[in-house]
């Protein structure tokens, strides 16, 4: 239940051809707290509910938990969500022993592509494709219920 993973920003669209796979994902938040997020999303026809815990000093892992329910069950729980739903599609892309998945953003976060990879240990070596920018490992504003609050679009870059 404690996910680890790195995240980078990603400055150009290589990845798709490279993708084994894309979905849809809309997703909002009950609770959208840094120390505990609550997440209700619609992942192409599957819906979940997740529990995220806040992030250890170093940012690269937290308590996850999810369960899958109906899409029906996630689409009446995204009504009572707070305000701003994010809305972007999942590339799935096979780099080495990995899979990054790169989520390119829409709506009020359009602009913003990020790129995470899910590792066993936070010492575990894996390879850094060349579409791959900077990290952000750990920067709360690059957290999804955090753009639900501040967009990208209202970012001063």
Known sequence: MIEIER????????????????TRICQGY???????AVR???????GFITVKGS???SGLSRFEWEKEISKEEALALLKLCEESV???????V?????VYEVDEFFGN???????EI???????AYIKPNWLAQEVTGDVKYYNSQLSKTPFKLWKL
């Open 55 to 57: 992030s250890s000093a």
């Open 94 to 98: 096979a780099v080495g022993e990995h």
């Open 118 to 124: 899910e590792l066993k240990t936070e010492t575990e």
């Open 86 to 92: 994010i809305d972007k599609i999942r590339y799935e």
């Open 109 to 115: 976060n359009e602009g913003l592509i990020v790129a």
């Open 40 to 46: 209700i999303r619609i992942k192409g026809d599957l």
């Open 30 to 36: 009950l609770n959208s707290h840094k120390d505990r």
């Open 7 to 22: 995240k980078f920003l990603v400055h150009s669209d290589a990845f798709k051809t490279e993708a084994f796979k894309q």
